[in-house]
Structures are given as C-alpha cells and as structure tokens.
C-alpha cells in the first residue's frame, strides 16, 4: 500500500513543472513525505523505505522525462530501440534513491522540515555537475512560470531557489505537530523571510535603475523544418532564408539550429552578405566543416564581417556517439561523424558596439558555464535551438521555461529561436514579452531597448555561503535543543 501511494505522490509531482504547474499538489505531497519519514519510516525495514524511495523517484523521474523516447522515432532505424531511453530514468533512480536513503540514516537528526529539501537539492547538485552533468531537473521550475517570484532567481541562482521552494512546500508540516514550532518559525522568518525581503526592497532600491544604451528592432524566424529532410531540399530552403533577409528591414534576424541548409562556406555565406541592408546583421545555426571536423556553429553575418561560435556542450548520442563501436544502432541519430567541441570564446561583438553571448541548444541549461570574465558585460543573450527532436509533450516546455529562469538568473535579456518553438523574446527580469506556439510556422518582430545590466552570477556565490552557514547553524542549535529532550 506504502509503495502505491509513493507512486501516486512521485507521479504528482511531477505535475508540478511545465507545461502543467500544478502547485497545490506541493502543499499535500511534501507534507506527507516530512510525516511519513519522521513517524513511520523507522516501523518499516530498511529495504521496504528504500523501496518507497525509489518508488516515488521512478515514478517521477518516468513522468517528468517520458519524452526522452522521442529522437528514437524520427527514423524507422531506431524507433525499435526506444527502450534504450529508459536507462536514464532507472539511473536518474537509483541516484536519488542512494541519496535521499543514504543521507536520511545519516543526518535524521535534523529537523525533516529542513531535512526533506536538503534532500532534493543535495540532488539536484550532484547530478548537474555528475561527470557529464544533466543540470535539467532543477526543482526551480516549478515556480518558473511565475514572473514575481524572478527576483529568487535574479539574486539567489537556481539551486537556493529550489531549496527556498521545496522549504515552503514543508511548511504546513509545521502546523501539523507542535514540537519546537516556535523554534522553527523564528528559523524561518529570520533566515528565510528576511533576507527574501531585504533582496526585494534592495533591488528596488538600487537595481531597478539602467542605462540606456540604443533600441534594437530583432525580427525572430520560427521556419518549423522537419528534422528528417532531404538534401534536395535545401535549395529551396536557402531561397526561402534569402526572401526573409530580402523582406525585412529589422536590425538583427535571427534564425535557428541549423536552419542554414549547407555546409557553412564562404560562398553560401556571400549570398547572404550580398543582400543585407546597411548595418543589418543575420544570426543563423547550421553546420560547419574545418581540417576535416564538424561543427554545430552559430555563424554572424553583416556585410562586412563574419563571426561563429561553435557549440562547446555537445549532447552524447545525439551530436556525439560514446563508445560508437558498441552503439552502431545510434548513427542514424547521432550520425556517421561526431561534432566536435567548439574552442571560441562565448561571445560576438555586433557592428553597433553591441555584444552578446551566443548560446546553442541545450546549453542554455548549462549556467555555470555560460557565463565568466570575458562575456560577463555582454548586452544580451542568444539562444538558437531545435526542439523538434523532444516531441510534443514535456521536452519542449521543460527547455523553454529553464530558458525562462536563465534570462532573470543571468539578468540578461535571451532572444530565444526554436525551429518548431517555442521561440521568445525573454526580458532580464524572466518576463516573456512575445512568444510563439509550439510546432507553428512563425516569426516575431520586436523592438528592445538594450540596457547596460550585469550579470548576478557573482552575488549567487555569497547569497548561497550565506544560507549555508545558517543552515549549519541551525542544525547545531536543534541538535543540541533535540538531545536537552
């Protein structure tokens, strides 16, 4: 019966993120969960609660990443193996299982309100920074459709963001039992309600002020390509790429991933230099060759000049094969020849004195490396991709709201251009000024005022030692309160 329910409450909260946001769920799951493991865990084996754990956990992590399956049926070559998807979901199990048991039998002393999104968040850390790192499941988005609440992302990061969240989702839990209440409530109010507040009230006061730089008119392609298309295609894919150029009397057009329907040369490269308008640049995704390597590279085009930037995180099996010769079955995905890693620096500089930091993909979910000493003045933010490869269901809006939460977490404005969406124009404070529908043929025109705004990143650093050293204090203070009993 036990196992039934952490399945349910692992399915539910998976409800909780895009496209769905099902809040209220939180304030039932997180409760039960803190009373479960605080009253009953200790009648139950240790193998029936790790069963538990990992019932809630599979339950999730199969909701929450069910689309994974998706890039296995774009070719009939590999629809049969869509089961290969699912390592990562009993994976992504086990971890949290190992985790979340290992750390309960450890430090149960701690007061499990506290303990729970310890928990989660302990997780979320060491599977973004795990070998490879998959930094998708941050627990942030759940509240990444509310745009009053950025200012968490703005000044905190993703991670204390996640702590601060799942905390409040423990805190009905409090009204349930009355041992040390007081105690908790003073915690809260004075470690988390404060320096909440005094963040909001400071940014008002002192960051809410910018200066101005120049308005810039962006025009954003959304040409929705299928992803399995043949070369005799491409002509008419350039024709229709150069109509666009031809039509627009926007600053900056920016297409997608690999919208740019040949190999990156010089040549295909001049019919677009051939007809730009004065002080016109295109920003367009496509693929390039050099000394016999590929490239997934973001190419800047105006009429005098030429920049790229190659993708430096590139997605195992989709844009590179590990161990290719045990996986064959995977070239139709990842292809005959892997991409290699781009070694550019993570930023372009505009014909108008303007910078920005040109992102790929998935690499938008990457914030610890897009941003450094180089980049860190740049004037926005743009992120091509093609989302076509996740499906209709979770894939897509997941993507699109962890991009959400990287505009107000970088304090940078992201001009966001999905071949099949979705495709946003995303302000530094996480609002959503224009957006387009999944799967659409569209395009969005937009004029933004560029702002001179720096980047929070470093701030994140000490607001996270901040509440780390509270944390520990708190738990030297209820240890010794709890051994007084």
């Known amino acids: 019966m036990n196992t039934l329910k952490f399945v349910i409450f692992g399915f539910l909260f998976s409800l909780l993120f895009p496209p769905y946001f099902i809040t209220p769920l939180a304030f ?12 009953k865990a200790k009648q139950y084996s240790k193998l029936k609660i790790f069963l538990y754990i990992f019932s809630f956990g599979f339950a999730f992590f199969l909701s929450f990443l069910f689309w994974i399956k998706e890039p296995f049926f774009v070719f ?28 309960y039998n450890l430090i149960g002393f701690i007061n499990i309100v506290f303990l729970i999104p310890l928990i989660f968040v302990i997780f979320e850390y060491i599977i973004s920074n795990l070998i490879y790192g998959f930094p998708w499941i941050t627990f942030s988005l759940i509240i990444s459709n509310l745009d009053f609440l950025s200012l ?3 000044h905190f990061g993703t991670l204390v963001t996640s702590y601060l969240v799942l ?30 507040i005094s963040i909001y009230l400071i940014h008002i006061l002192f960051f809410n002020h910018h200066t101005f730089i ?21 002509e008419e894919r350039m024709i229709e790429i150069v ?5 627009s009397n926007s600053d900056v057009l920016i297409f997608a991933e690999n919208n740019f329907p040949f190999i990156i040369n010089d040549t295909s490269i001049k019919k677009i230099k051939d007809i730009l308008k004065k002080n016109q640049t295109v920003i367009i995704g496509g693929t390039k060759k050099e000394n016999n390597k590929y490239y997934n590279t973001l190419i800047n ?38 991409y290699s890693i781009g070694t550019k620096k993570r930023l372009i500089h505009l014909n108008k004195q303007l910078s920005y930091i040109p992102v790929i993909c998935y690499e938008i979910i990457f914030y610890s490396k897009l941003v450094n000493k180089i980049n860190y003045n740049s004037d926005f933010i743009v992120n091509i991709t093609n989302d076509i490869w996740f499906g209709t269901l979770r894939g897509p809006y997941q993507h699109f709201y962890l991009t959400k939460i990287r505009a107000a977490e970088l304090n940078k404005i992201i001009l966001r251009v999905s071949n099949n ?37 470093s701030t994140h650093f000490i607001l996270k030692i901040y509440l780390f050293l509270n944390f520990i204090l708190l738990t030297l203070i209820y240890y010794r309160k709890n051994n007084e009993f």
């Open 28 to 39: 039932v799951i997180f409760p039960y969960i803190c009373y479960f493991f605080e009253n």
């Open 76 to 103: 009939d070559e590999t629809k049969n193996y869509f089961y290969f998807s699912f390592l990562l979901i009993l994976i992504l199990s086990l971890i949290f299982t190992i985790l979340f048991f290992t750390i």
């Open 152 to 154: 968490i992302f703005k």
């Open 167 to 196: 905390q409040i989702f423990c805190l009905p839990y409090l009204f349930i039992r009355n041992r040390y209440f007081s105690f908790e409530m003073r915690y809260i109010i004075l470690v988390l309600l404060l320096p909440l």
């Open 214 to 234: 120049k308005t810039i008119k962006f025009e954003l392609f959304q040409l929705n390509y299928e992803a399995n298309f043949k070369k005799k295609n491409s």
């Open 243 to 247: 109509d666009k150029i031809n039509e």
């Open 301 to 338: 085009i105006e009429s005098e000049n030429t920049q790229s930037f190659d993708k430096k995180i590139l997605v195992p099996f989709g844009e590179f094969l590990p161990f290719r010769n045990y996986f064959k079955f995977m070239e139709n995905i990842s292809g005959m020849n892997d």
């Open 421 to 457: 969406g979705i495709s946003a124009i995303i302000n530094q404070n996480g609002k959503i000024l224009k957006k387009t529908e999944l799967n659409k043929y569209d395009h969005l025109i937009v004029n933004i005022d560029i702002n001179k705004n720096n980047s929070f990143y």
